[in-house]
């Protein structure tokens, strides 16, 4: 009887997730094309990222100042630490930790991460620049994404281009909204207004 509960249990936590991560129809007439990952540097790829911009998963639209910090360990694995401010600047740090796998044979771009046990998330980098300073990531199915920068303030002609890139690939680009790095963003047209 346990295992019958635990099962429904289960099943329907699985439910209630893939309810609440249901997107939209894509509308852009290459949403079907699949995504291509990037070639990427591990080494020069490890550090902090800003969170410039978002098609979020779950809640991640109540965070400010939201960045990552990425690790890469002796093991292989890569140690994904995210911090942000839940509704505003005046709120304490969140920190959530992560690990990270990358796929071998995948040109370290395709990133397996596990948020909650059984759950696996898998993660792409689409984009990144020559000199690492500006990267965007996605979730295979394009329902989720981040624009992310070297650092918190990015010019509007940098993340236009951005954008620009994410439409060709087929993503919905109406669908992301800037993250307040910056008190005077909050409530500005394109950013998230926490609730």
Known sequence: MKRIALAALAGLMAWVVAGCTMAPVNPNPHADDPLVPAAVDLPRYMGRWYVIASMPMLNERDYVGSYA?????ADGHIEDVVVGRKHGFDQPEIRSAFMATPERGARNSVWKVRP???FEVVVLT????PDYEYTVR????KDSGWILSRHPHVSEDVYRSLLTKLDAMGFDTTRFRRVPQFPGQIGQPGFYAPR
């Open 69 to 73: 910090v990425w690790t890469l360990r």
């Open 116 to 118: 909650l046990w059984p």
């Open 126 to 129: 689409v984009y990144v620049d």
């Open 138 to 141: 996605a979730t295979p199915d």
